[in-house]
């Protein structure tokens, strides 16, 4: 893979971002002098600001700006406030046991105690029933040291198979379709390439409210004259301003991007040259998406056909063009599909590998890109190794110093976990900075999963709704309390800094991972003293696998304004833009994928008639954990409410602030309407970040993608009526797939984990 380094300096992205180096001491002591800047990046989405935190006396009292590439300067509301956790009255400040029984309290314990009980615990399961009857849980907002060790604590501290993370409910759509089509997991380019866009095709993305930093570099290439659709069934403030915006509905993804290829081909817009040169499968995907006339997409997803081929011509004349996804489409029982329907367009036109060309995910979470590339999947070895591949199993085993027989193979994902759990087959779970009882569909299911775990231990730093329903809590560390790295949305590496000791009995958790092993008698695998050992072990074990960081160093992280992998020596230049040349499969070429349409799970009918849509608000972050304590951002949004058109708000006699009711098959809440033309009329919106009964996952569907099991959080069959109307008590299956039909899409049904078929049709 070729390197464009100049492209950097020509542009002055990378220059005096302030970052010469840690100070004597390191940036940790610095920080205990008064008035001390420790540059660091913020805590939140994947774009990964640069930050400097302000730390006088120990403490940190603020934050500045900081000239980072891909910020240069700026934060968004959350990033502002970010740093208001680090001394925030509500941190765990020591170890908890729930004494009495499940229906006792939480009571303070010393770590050897909550410890040592855990420990004891695991071994008498395990005893008792296996290996895997104990599983871990992880997630994508730590950092890529702690993802390394949730996986190896996993496999090689309890030795079960079950481990996965929260990030299987974010990015496991475009990782398995950028994978199975590239060959490697990881956008094609820098988010400075952007501005070199001449059309910006984004699709499923509130951009100005999930990424808000990144519309800088969306203003950026319109300042240059690029054109701007966006899909989003929402005019989200992203839509308002771009040249066309398409209104799908919800879960028609595939049928109306198929509709634009094939008007791209019958303009006469493929890029013969490089679809004959660079790829495999065209005249499959070709034939696939022919069916979808403009006129059969408006009638699948509601667009009209008249601006499907506007913008397949907005998009097709325009060299280079740019697709933004993100979870829009991707949280879909065909969200691997939708993925690829967005990489068949960009691979047509010959965009894939070009400087401001091809396709890039945006990801969610802070560290959605590392956290997925380090082993903490249920199906995946450090360095993106398949856990099934012999050569795979036999470097990682070898590297860890175990007999690669003692690796155990793939497990459950996490929301094949839950039904394991409800059956008895998982019966106890470390849940680690992941609030599963906020963020997973279906949650009466899932409280009835988390109490069969016995017990169920939460490593976090406040008590998050899954953590104030566990039998132990562990107090584990904010962001800028550890050392590390995180890998954001480019495939850039980063250095996150720590700013602060640990809050009272407070540990990284890094540290407890290692202390738990050690009570296992692993303790000989986890030797490891400061987050840098564990990064050298982490750079050591990925050498010579897809996501190869055995070059990147802390030090070339901060003298380079970050590291993009692969980067195979400390003297490659790292890798800003993949797939100039060759894609990552064998024969260098890329997949296409010849794709039809299938409807959403489940979708509306006379007794459920809109199809709810659930998704972020600017002011908080994933499952609310942190910003719900933020006073800020908790103050600009404190509750859910539900976005409804006011024509079908008119029809059900509901007026703007009107108290309501949601109804769907799996339960209702009550929450404020908000009446505003921005949302389809056939569409419900409700943000996600709320717990316990303003938690939308109360009412959200647990179908799954079959393959990569990530849920479909952006369409089920919903009601909504005035409060005080009888609420309908109709839950009939009146669904396009059930658990019957189509056991692959409901796991939490089965309770069995994947089959022997889905095991052969495995992609992610
Ligand atoms: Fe933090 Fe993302 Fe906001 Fe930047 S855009 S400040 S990384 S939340």
């Known amino acids: 893979m070729s390197v464009n380094r100049d492209f950097f300096a020509e542009r002055d992205f990378n220059r005096d971002f302030q970052e010469s180096g ?26 990964q600001c640069g930050m400097f935190l302000r730390v006088r006396g120990g403490k940190v009292v603020g934050v500045e700006p900081r000239d980072f590439p891909h910020n240069r300067g700026s934060l968004c509301p959350k990033g502002v406030v970010a740093y208001q956790q680090v001394g925030h009255p509500q941190r765990l400040l020591h170890p908890m ?105 984004v699709v499923g993305s509130n951009i100005a409210e999930c990424f808000p930093i990144l519309t800088r570099w969306l203003w950026a290439a319109r300042d240059r004259g690029a054109r701007l659709i966006v899909v989003d069934p929402r005019e989200t403030p992203t839509a308002r301003t771009a040249d066309l915006w398409l209104a799908p509905r919800p879960g028609t993804d595939v049928a109306l991007l198929s509709a634009i290829l094939r008007q791209v081909v019958h303009d006469g817009r493929v890029d013969e040259g490089y679809v004959r040169e660079r790829t495999v499968g065209w005249e499959e995907a070709r034939a696939a998406a022919e069916p979808f006339t403009p006129e059969e997409a408006e009638r699948i997803s509601g667009v009209p056909a008249a601006r499907v081929v506007a913008a397949a011509r907005l998009y097709g004349g325009a060299d280079p063009s740019l697709i933004l996804h993100a979870r829009g489409i991707e949280h879909s029982t065909h969200g691997v599909d939708a993925c690829l329907a967005c990489i068949n367009l960009a691979l047509a036109r010959g965009q894939v590998g070009k400087p401001g060309g091809g396709t890039t995910m945006l990801t969610g979470q802070g560290n959605g890109q590392g956290g997925r590339e380090h082993g903490q999947k249920a199906n995946q070895l450090p360095g993106y190794r398949h856990i099934d591949a012999p050569e795979d199993r036999r470097v990682v085993a070898e590297a860890w110093g175990i007999p690669e027989e003692e690796l155990p193979g793939e497990g459950a994902a996490a929301t094949e976990m839950v039904g394991l759990m409800e059956a008895g087959r998982i019966r106890s779970c470390l849940f680690m900075c992941s609030n599963p009882l906020v963020s997973l569909p279906d949650l009466a299911q899932v409280e009835r999963a988390l109490a069969r775990l016995d017990p169920l231990v939460v490593v976090d730093f406040f008590l998050s709704e899954t953590a104030e329903r566990a039998d132990v809590v562990l107090p584990g560390t904010v962001w800028c309390e550890d050392e590390g790295t995180t890998t954001n949305m480019e495939g850039r590496v980063l250095r996150v800094r720590s700013a602060a000791e640990p809050p009272g009995e407070a540990r990284r958790d890094w540290e407890i991972l290692c202390d738990l092993a050690a009570r296992l008698g692993r303790g000989a695998w986890f030797p490891h003293r400061t987050a840098r050992q564990i990064w050298d072990e982490l750079r050591r074990v990925s050498r010579g ?84 304590r933020l006073e800020f951002l908790n103050s600009q949004a404190p509750e859910p409410w539900v976005e409804v058109h006011p024509r079908a708000a008119e029809g059900l006699g509901i007026r703007g ?95 069995e984990g994947r089959s022997a078929e889905e095991e052969e049709g495995k992609a992610y």
Not at 22 to 40: D, H, K, S
Not at 548 to 568: H, K, L, Q
Not at 661 to 670: A, K, N, V
Not at 692 to 714: C, D, F, H, Q, W
């Open 545 to 628: 696998g897809v996501a190869d960081y055995s070059g990147i160093t802390w030090e070339r992280i901060d003298a380079e304004g970050g590291v993009f992998w692969p980067c195979p020596g400390e003297d490659h230049p790292g890798t800003p833009r993949l797939f100039t040349e060759r894609f990552g499969h064998p024969d260098g070429r890329a997949r296409f994928t010849p794709l039809t349409y299938l409807p959403p799970a489940e979708e509306p009918d006379g007794d459920f008639p809109f199809r709810l849509a659930t998704g972020r608000t600017v002011y908080h972050y994933l499952s609310g954990t942190q910003t719900r």
């Open 657 to 751: 602030g009107d108290r309501v009711r949601l109804t769907t098959r799996r339960g209702s809440m009550e929450l404020e309407a908000l009446v505003a033309p921005t949302v389809r009329p056939d569409t419900l919106f409700v943000p996600y970040h709320y717990g316990g009964a303003a938690s939308v996952n109360r009412l959200t569907l647990p179908a799954v993608e079959p393959k990569v099991k990530i849920p479909e959080y952006k369409v089920c069959a919903a009601r909504l009526d005035p409060l005080g109307a009888s609420p309908r008590t109709d839950r009939g299956p009146r669904r396009n797939f059930t658990a019957d039909t189509r056991p692959d899409m409901f796991p939490y049904a089965s309770g």
């Open 22 to 47: 840690a100070p004597e001491g390191g940036w940790a002591q610095a920080a205990r002098l008064p008035g001390a800047m420790v540059p660091t990046h913020c805590c939140f989405c994947g774009v």
């Open 97 to 201: 046991v729930r004494r009495g029984g499940k229906g006792g309290q939480l009571q303070r314990a010393s770590w050897d105690e909550a410890l040592g009980y855990v420990v004891d615990r695991w071994k008498g399961i395990q005893a008792e029933h296996g290996r895997d009857a104990v599983a871990v849980y992880g997630g994508s907002s730590m950092t890529n040291e702690k993802c390394y060790l949730v996986g190896k604590f996993a496999r090689v501290g309890l030795r079960t198979r079950h481990v996965d993370y929260n990030g299987r409910l974010c990015m496991s759509s475009s990782a398995s379709a950028y994978a199975r089509a590239f060959g490697i997991d990881r956008s094609p380019l820098p988010m400075t390439d952007i501005p070199l866009a001449r059309c910006i095709l």
